[in-house]
């Protein structure tokens, strides 16, 4: 396939380029380059090639086009540019065009189900490493909480008030801390635990458990928060209602955290169609028929770069000592538990700032 450009006008282009470009040559001929391009790459992409080529160097790579029907198709090129003996400049550029879509396809293909293999091997080989952890750090927790009350024991026996009461004041503190050592490891246990064949699972009314989960934690958000909810009342997710509402105060305090002057929180459930969709969480091609459970804010929004990690273990935006890194990564691993999977829709400027998790959960 040719084409030539004169100051990225395109003077002719012949029959195998206008079908996979999808012009005809009366469309192509008079416009400029500019009518190919595709928003996968920068400006810059552009310019160097545009640079290369003036300076009469011959340029070859891979670019991403757009077919006129809207579509995107990869080509291999080489630009060539003519200069006429004598001149400094090149007078015309010859391009050649190859379609390589399909390998770049396959490639694409090849690298998800390669990030999703690897994504796949670490959560395991993290969910051992966290039974683990916790096992051991329960049976240290258990010394220290005995411990604990033995030193409370024999503070009966101490005769200076100002010193048993600095005593007991100390115990307490034990036993606050003690007690959030528990909570983290229930979570951590959580986070680690395996699908079990004989497990007993307790489904409820999908709507009936989000009316208690609201009920619980209204009072722990505050009135600078609204939430407003749109059920689909005929929905049930097959999920264990212990899980679904953990999944959804999670869900819910990561929304009030987004939005540190208050706001709304929104939750619905409804039945959805999606269309090659990617899970954020497991990186597997979603498409089909599911039941969506939706938990939206206009928070702050997750950057780019933040989004990658966000179900990762122990990963935490919020400082110390007010988040474990845990909650959305036991909310991955109880939704996927049910073969659901997640979508994430984040936005950090403009109108709609805010992030939306979609929870997609399989008819049964």
Known sequence: MQKQIRKGVITLANEHFCRISGYS??????????????DIFPPTFYDEIWQT?????????EMCNRHNNGTLYWVSAV???IVDEGAIH???YITQFFDITDRKEA?????????????MQKIESLSRLTSGIAHDFNNMLAAIVIYNELNRFFTNDCQDEKLKEKLLFNAQQVDIVSDRGKNLI???MMYSRQNLINKKVDVRPTVDVIDEVLAMIRPAITSKFQINTDMDNELTIQIDSTDLHQTITNLIINARDAMKQGGDI????????KHELTCHSCAQTIEGEFMELCVADKGSGIEPKVMANIFDPFFTTKPVGEGTGLGLSTVSKMVH????????????????RGTTFRLLFPFS
Not at 266 to 273: D, E, F, P, R, T
Not at 337 to 352: A, E, F, R, Y
Request: glycine share 8%; aromatic share 2%; with cysteine.
């Open 25 to 38: 040559q009366s469309e192509l001929i008079g416009s400029t380059h500019s009518l190919l391009q595709s």
């Open 90 to 92: 090149p007078k015309k």
């Open 337 to 352: 538990d049910c073969d659901g999977h997640i979508i994430v829709d984040s936005n950090t400027t403009g109108i709609s």
């Open 107 to 119: 490639e694409q293909r090849q690298f998800e189900l390669t990030k999703q293999i690897n994504h």
């Open 79 to 81: 630009i060539v540019p």
């Open 53 to 61: 080529i003036k300076s009469g160097n011959i340029w070859r790579g």
């Open 186 to 188: 229930k979570k951590m």
């Open 266 to 273: 929104a939750i619905s459930l409804k039945q959805v169609i």
